[in-house]
């Protein structure tokens, strides 16, 4: 019993030297200043550390500093300060401190912070350091040099050197199974590097084999970065899904691996192992980016990017080029959108540091090269762009490997088409041969890659005038593509593939290669376009945002184009109604997306026979894809909130068919269905297509149909002239410009239509086009007035005779009441409504600067009195009241300004009073085209004194929105 004071005796002793010795404190106080990121403070601290430690017990724990030392001086100062203060604690450790597994751990410490920087050729010579000292002194642990072999191979897979990282991973692999104990975390990260090696050298089987020991192995640990070791592997799983084409298993896997870093970095208190969480967070948004990327929803895409980008700029050095590698996956998204010089700025940066990093020899810098020359091409800097792609491919062949490499393959197809563009078919021909060999090398003949490039082959060879060619490719990759035809056979739920275009280019090179070889297969083909409209449609339908569904079904203007052109072709033979109502839904097939699209946002339509509970839960699974970059759930709930509304959408088509079609279904209309609802003996319907060759002009009356073709030539220049001519007054040639497209756009139907009433549904540049001003006669040196088209015709304007149809199928009951509204635009509403804003930096200037409508104000007065009209003016003139009062009015009087947006008409806009907030987007004073058909309007009648609201000088396809929503539209051509 004596024993035991003398114990607590020493063990207080100790307790207390340990309070008092300043080394001790000191450590403490800079183990606390790194998890506070206090980086100015600490260097300080380990500086007086390191200079009293030597000759001290102390001495032997330098080492511990290494790397935290290191890394306070390259973040509070620059990467150069971060190395040599790391290289001085290793030169410390050599001169003071024996201990084989002190002098490893300061050298390891140099290679994880050039690591962190992105140094990768310099990270490789420090670990390659690293494991020459492992396996030279036998005091080092067997585990350790597995684990020195691992961070090599991880050094040598950044570089995009597979062979020798997978070496070093199977190295590490059988190091680690020796070991007496189960080392399950380093088991799996062994194989999940095995995993990665093998896909990139294109064994997707060896690769998938050992994902899944990764993940068994990883499930059995214990270790706290567990979960983050499980999101890498989850990552790489997910890439090798997305290559096979397995979008909902790759989703899910990135998702999930989002969902695991975020945890750990929102509970880490290491420093160090927050920023890894992040970065792997990072990962996994952009290799989400890359799914949604590849279905065409470029939306999507950049929105994860831009999470990414977040993140990393957060965290990173401008140079870094795990920093730049995001803005390269955007420059991806710019090129998709042609912003050529947007893409140049972020393929230049991560360019540079590549080669300030990697080397001009890494795959990386060599990838950077060909999208660069894509760059160039887009620019019309012909000869750099042909330099660039021809050094990249050079450059790509010197590597080991080359055979199976996918980023040498790319950069002969971005070769080939920057060929195909400039006609040189021969070149493309070869370059996407080759690629074609390395592809099918890397993953087999039947995979969905290939198909694209025989489709990139196809075309190349009916350039070259091979049409024989053209055909085998084309039914070559129909053939790998024939459980999309299945799918679209057997549901018509909206879904998406990879590289969607891929069925619909098939047929389409099959039908023309089929054309120009004289095949006689009419019915075949008539078939075969129908199912690629299909898969165009079905795709398109997944999107979230109206620009990527534009754009994607742009791209593929050319199927539209044939199988319009087709179905002309068809009726003129036929004659038939049948053909008829075939050429009247292709016509369609492009005109309702962004309004179908907005239709998912109305909260107003009540349809028949649908309960409200399922409109609501139809809203909350639609509202539930937004995401808010904030919010971590939102985000990895994605593929859950997909699932659901995919499962949603099945049985809504079975159980509500009609409303499924109107809201999700593809265009079905009929000559029927527009005399139902549209026509009346005193009215015609007009609607025009225009294909690269042709001009189609449908008229469609109350008892009889034709449809006439002309050619498309000239049609835009007379357009561009007549809308020139306007804008400058110039009366003459207005005059001659006018009639010159009334003969080429109106006269081949004009003995056709005889009733006074007129319903247009323009397509291309005639969407600029008001028909009225047109004169049916040559002009003369007087006034025109009488030779205008509006002499004949009241003419009314439609977006979509399917949206117009489906429209007129919804409940309103007409009201007699007179609505007027006029802001004005006076200064005192222009003074309230700066007095409202916050923030002098977001005040509107463009509102401004709006012209005073006095006679407006007046005029709607007048209506005041004279039809007992409800008038709103000044500040009273809201959006927000609009939106409220307009659906009880049957006529509606707008005297406001419009503002025209001729590139995406149906952002075009009348502007109202404005508050001075500007949060609630249905209450900034802006009435956007697409946002009428939120509104739940019953008038007769819409009269428009706006300015612009149709005028010729600028597209006014967005208010002609007022022709679906009303009865009768009447606009000044101002």
Same mark, same amino acid.
């Given at each position: 019993m004596r024993v035991i004071p003398a114990l607590v005796f020493c063990w207080c002793a100790s307790a207390a030297s340990a309070q008092t010795d300043p080394l001790a404190v000191r450590h403490a106080r800079i183990s606390d200043l790194r998890q506070r990121e206090q980086h100015t403070e600490l260097l300080k601290q380990v500086e007086r550390q390191l200079n009293e430690a030597v000759g001290t017990p102390w001495q032997d724990s330098i080492h511990t500093y290494a790397f935290t030392f290191g890394r306070a001086a390259w973040k509070s100062q620059d990467a150069e300060a971060g190395i040599a203060a790391v290289q001085r604690i290793i030169d410390l450790v050599q001169r003071y401190d024996k201990d084989a597994l002190h002098r490893l751990n300061a050298l390891e410490a140099k290679g994880k912070l050039l690591q962190g920087m992105g140094r990768m050729k310099e990270c490789i010579a420090a670990d390659s350091l690293v494991l020459a000292f492992a396996d030279a002194d036998p005091n080092v642990p067997l585990i350790r040099r597995g684990m020195a072999r691992q961070r090599l191979a991880s050094d040598y897979a950044q570089m995009g050197d597979h062979e020798n990282s997978l070496r070093h991973y199977t190295r590490a692999r059988d190091i680690f199974a020796k070991s007496d104990t189960l080392l399950a975390l380093l088991m799996g990260d062994a194989c999940s590097g095995m995993g990665a090696a093998y896909w990139h050298l294109g064994d997707t089987r060896k690769a998938d084999e050992q994902y899944g020991l990764a993940l068994s192995y990883i499930e059995q640990s214990t270790d706290p970065k567990r979960d983050f070791r499980m999101a890498g592997t989850l990552i790489n799983r997910g890439i090798l899904w997305q290559s096979t084409g397995d979008l909902v298993r790759s989703k899910a896997n990135y998702l999930e691996s989002i969902r695991r870093c975020g945890a750990v970095a929102d509970t880490a208190r290491d420093p160090q192992l927050r920023e890894e969480a992040i970065l792997g967070r990072t990962r996994g948004y952009v290799n989400l980016a890359t799914v949604y990327f590849a279905m065409g929803d470029d939306g999507r895409s950049r929105h994860f990017l831009e999470l990414a980008l977040r993140d990393r700029q957060a965290m990173l050095e401008p140079d870094d080029p795990r920093l730049l590698g995001v803005k390269d996956r955007l420059a991806d998204v710019e090129l998709q959108a042609k912003n050529f010089a947007k893409a140049e700025e972020y393929v230049l940066a991560f360019l540079e540091a590549c080669e300030k990093y990697y080397g001009t020899r890494s795959k990386d810098y060599l990838r950077a090269c060909s999208k660069l020359g894509v760059v160039r091409a887009g620019l019309q800097q012909d000869s750099k762009a042909d330099s660039l792609f021809r050094l990249s491919i050079a450059l790509h062949l010197k590597l080991d490997g080359s055979a199976t490499s996918i980023e040498l393959a790319s950069a002969y197809r971005r070769h080939a088409q920057f060929c195909m563009s400039r006609g040189r078919w021969?070149?493309?021909?070869?370059?996407?041969?080759?690629?074609?060999?390395?592809?099918?090398?890397?993953?087999?003949?039947?995979?969905?890659?290939?198909? $694209?490039?025989?489709?990139?082959?196809?075309?190349?060879?009916? $350039?070259?005038?091979?049409?024989?060619?053209?055909?085998?490719?084309?039914?070559?990759?129909?053939?790998?593509?024939?459980?999309?035809?299945?799918?679209?056979?057997?549901?018509?739920?909206?879904?998406?593939?990879?590289?969607?275009?891929?069925?619909?280019?098939?047929?389409?090179?099959?039908?023309?290669?089929?054309?120009?070889?004289?095949?006689?297969?009419?019915?075949?083909?008539?078939?075969?376009?129908?199912?690629?409209?299909?898969?165009?449609?079905?795709?398109?339908?997944?999107?979230?945002?109206?620009?990527?569904?534009?754009?994607?079904?742009?791209?593929?203007?050319?199927v539209f184009d044939l199988a319009i052109d087709l179905a002309a072709d068809d009726h003129a033979r036929s004659r038939s109604s049948a053909d008829l109502d075939r050429f009247l839904t292709l016509a369609e097939t492009d005109r309702s997306i962004l309004l179908k699209s907005r239709l998912n946002e109305f909260s107003s339509i009540r349809f028949t026979g649908v309960p409200d509970t399922v409109l609501m839960r139809e809203g909350q699974l639609v509202a539930a894809l937004e995401i808010d970059r904030d919010d971590l759930d939102a985000v990895t709930g994605l593929a859950e909130h997909e699932r659901a509304l995919a499962t949603f959408l099945e049985r809504l088509s079975k159980d509500h068919p009609q409303y499924f079609a109107m809201r999700y279904g593809e265009p079905s209309i009929t000559l029927q269905h527009v005399r139902g609802k549209l026509l009346t003996p005193s009215r015609d319907l007009l609607v025009y297509a225009l294909t690269d060759e042709h001009l189609h002009m449908l008229v469609v009356g109350s008892d009889t149909a034709a449809l006439v073709r002309a050619s498309v030539q000239g049609v835009a220049e007379a357009v561009s002239t007549m809308n020139a001519a306007i804008a400058s007054r110039d009366r003459k040639a207005y005059a001659r410009s006018a009639h010159e497209l009334y003969q080429l756009a109106f006269a081949p139907v004009a003995p056709l239509l005889r009733k006074t009433e007129l319903l247009i549904v323009p397509d291309g540049d005639l969407h600029k086009v008001n028909f009225e001003t047109l004169l049916f006669e040559p002009p003369t040196e007087g006034n025109n007035v009488e030779r205008m088209l509006i002499q004949k015709h009241a003419i009314a304007y439609l977006l979509s005779v399917t949206t117009a149809v489906q429209f007129a199928g919804l409940k309103k009951e007409p009201s007699g009441k007179v609505l007027a509204f006029a802001p004005g635009f006076s200064d005192e509403l222009k003074q309230h409504y700066i007095a409202q804003v916050p923030d002098t930096g977001a005040i509107d200037h463009s509102y401004l600067d709006l012209v005073r409508q006095p006679f407006a104000v007046s005029t709607a007065e007048a209506l005041g009195s004279m039809v007992n009209a409800r008038v709103q003016l000044a500040a009273e003139a809201s959006e927000q009241r609009f939106r409220e009062m307009s659906s009880r009015h049957g006529i509606l009087h707008l005297g406001t300004h419009a503002e025209m947006n001729a590139t995406s008409p149906m952002y075009s806009r009348l502007v109202f009073s404005k508050d001075g907030a500007g949060l609630d987007p249905d209450a900034d004073g802006y009435l956007h085209a697409y946002e009428i058909y939120e509104l739940d309007l019953r008038a007769q009648l819409a009269v428009l004194t706006a300015c612009e609201t149709g005028a010729g000088t600028a597209d006014v396809e967005g208010v002609r929105s007022w022709a679906t929503a009303s009865r009768t539209l009447v606009a000044p051509a101002w």
């Open positions: 021969s070149e493309a021909v070869h370059d996407l041969e080759q690629a074609l060999t390395i592809l099918e090398k890397v993953h087999g003949p039947q995979h969905h890659q290939v198909a $694209g490039y025989l489709l990139a082959l196809a075309e190349a060879r009916f $350039g070259a005038g091979d049409a024989q060619g053209t055909l085998q490719d084309a039914e070559r990759a129909m053939a790998l593509l024939t459980d999309r035809s299945d799918a679209l056979k057997n549901s018509s739920v909206p879904q998406a593939w990879p590289q969607p275009n891929l069925l619909p280019d098939a047929i389409y090179w099959k039908v023309k290669a089929g054309k120009a070889l004289g095949i006689d297969a009419a019915d075949q083909w008539r078939s075969e376009l129908d199912l690629s409209v299909l898969a165009l449609l079905r795709n398109k339908a997944v999107y979230q945002d109206e620009g990527s569904k534009l754009g994607f079904i742009g791209q593929e203007k050319v």
